[in-house]
């Protein structure tokens, strides 16, 4: 599988996505709306085409000119009148049709922000390992402003813009003749060929600005989340620097986009202006000629500028469809990705009873072509403590992620009192499963907040009976704000020990029948360590425990030791019965005794 989404797409095949959000099902009161929306919108363009006529007529009835026509017996203020309640009525139905589709609109953007949410939180950790956070929120930000937009302009603009064009085309033909509805049909046609032209241009300058904005907003928040370590190396300058060398694209494609733009705008103007000019010279010979009324030249005037006015907002308003399309190309793209691992149809919450977990000739391979795991057997019996050593790249990681089934093994499989990870939903396993991991990562919210994500609903008593078991309610009370102190960004307010022990807390008040230590205590000082253990081997009684191990010394008294290498199990055993065997396990501890023994001595000097 790739964790790549599709090329962006500015093409047609993305607005049939839209509809559902415009038309929803089973929602009956938005579909009145939009129903009610469309009736508003067809009587403010009967009164917009009829609105010139009533101007017309008013002049020519205080020009004295003939009655031609049957509105000119209610007299020229009438008809002013008239003109002034006309153009108050194109405002009023516009307003009107905007208020009663805003919920519509809303609506929609709320499902579709939800939808896409829920879907990259379903995809795999393959594909998010592999994409970057900053990259994905501005497509997703700029895809729900490219569906507000189109709901918006498509449906009340683009499509009765041609009908009012059309029409428009057909006063002309029958008010004043076939040459006038000819010239204004090339001058639209015209117009409208060389704003798509140009505009196709444009697309693709500022596919490329959205490509540079992308990119330093990906270096942006990377190198914020990382702040500690920039301050680190010293290295605000060569942080600054990486983002300048992005804004850098940015602005040279910016400074195109704004060049075109300006090119873009000169000709329309060109264009429109010529039309205009062409047929008003024309309607003032008719008038010299007998053949046109003042005030049908003045008709001819206003409906030019009505033209003149959507024209020149088709103009924006297709530039910014074809921008939309780009941009919800690449959000459509992003939900089109497949989950990589789903649930099968039908299947049951899985039952822990007692919590024995089987690996079962696990094989594994990230990518296809590197087998991570190769036939790993394993039997945890419920209740008992099994660690996992080994080198960097043994496999001891990939077992606890292929446990939460963030992937799917290649071969062989892994069940929980008998259940095959396949055949239970997602949800109810990883709620079967605790996990305190090597860094733990709190939310930019209070520590009652944090706590409490381990059980929604829990109340606060819970939460402090959870901390007071992690051994860290008295630290938050001795807090100014307590249980409601925020802890910053990934929880960066706390230290190491803190963080790990309001991750305890939360995996405590979670509660789960099988839990999974994932080096947690191996960033931590070695007098911070040991309190931290002894609150995990609380935590551990009567509960299924697989502890992935850094340090050794933290699980001499696990039921069991299993030694990876290399994607296989080369040894296993209790920590005496290892230590006997004098094998790899021996050796490691040696090793590590060593190093330890090492840091005391230069400590002590």
Known sequence: MTAQTDPPRADGSVL???????????????KVRVVAALLMLVLAKIITLATPLFFANAVDALGGEPDTSFLLF???????????????????????????????GQRALRRLAIETFEHIHALSLRYHITRKTGGLSRIIERGVKGVDFLLRFV????GPLIVELTLMAGIFWYM?????????????????????QVTEWRVAIRRRMNERDTDANQKAIDSLLNFETVKYFGAERREAARYDGSMEGYEREAIKTALSLTALNFGQSLIITGGLVIVLVMAARGVVAGDLTVGEFTAVNLYMMQITMPLNFLGTVYREIRQALVDMGEMFGLLEQPAEITDKPDAPDIDVKGGRIELDNVRFDYDGDRQILKGITLDVPPGDTVALVGHSGSGKSTIGRLLFRFYDVTGGAIRIDGQDLRDVTQESLRCAIGVVPQDTVLFNDTVGYNIAYGRPGATQEEIEEAARAARIHDFIASLPEGYDTKV?????KLSGGEKQRVGIARTILKNPPILLLDEATSALDTETEQG????????????????IAHRLSTIVHADRIVVLDAGEVA???????????????????????AEEDEQEGVAAE
């Open 176 to 196: 004043f003749g076939p040459i006038y509805a000819v010239v204004v049909l090339a001058t639209i046609g015209l117009y409208t060929a060389f704003t798509f």
């Open 532 to 547: 931290i253990q002894d609150s995990l081997t609380e935590m551990g009684e009567g509960r299924t425990v697989i502890t």
């Open 155 to 158: 449906l009340f603009s683009i």
């Open 571 to 593: 040894e296993q055993g209790t920590h005496e019965e290892l230590i006997a065997l004098n094998g790899r396990y021996a050796r490691m501890w040696a090793r590590q005794a």
């Open 488 to 492: 910053g960004e990934r929880g960066l």
């Open 74 to 104: 209610v007299g020229p203020v009438a008809l002013v009148i008239g003109f002034g309640l006309a153009r108050t009525g194109q405002v009023f139905f516009a307003q009107l049709r905007d208020a009663v589709f805003a919920k519509v």
């Open 16 to 30: 049939p996505k839209v509809v559902p959000y415009l038309w929803p099902a089973g929602q009956p009161e938005m």
